[in-house]
């Protein structure tokens, strides 16, 4: 019973070592947060254009 209660104690804690581990490879990647940021200028760029449009 103790034993079960402890694996459980240690998963949360094992995720979130991982989890932090993957989100600092993508930090230091910086390849990601590129491509996001394109991403998102290009919807900018979008939202302007469709903006332009509904003025005409």
């Not at 079960?4 to 989100?23: A, D, H, Q």
């Not at 990647?29 to 254009?49: D, I």
């Amino acid at each position: 019973m103790s034993e079960t209660r402890k694996r459980n104690e240690w998963i949360p804690i094992v995720l979130g070592i991982v989890f932090g581990s993957v989100l600092l490879l993508i930090v230091l990647n910086g390849g990601m947060c590129e491509r996001y940021e394109r991403r998102m200028q290009r919807q900018h760029m979008m939202q302007e254009y469709l903006d332009s449009m509904r003025k005409h």
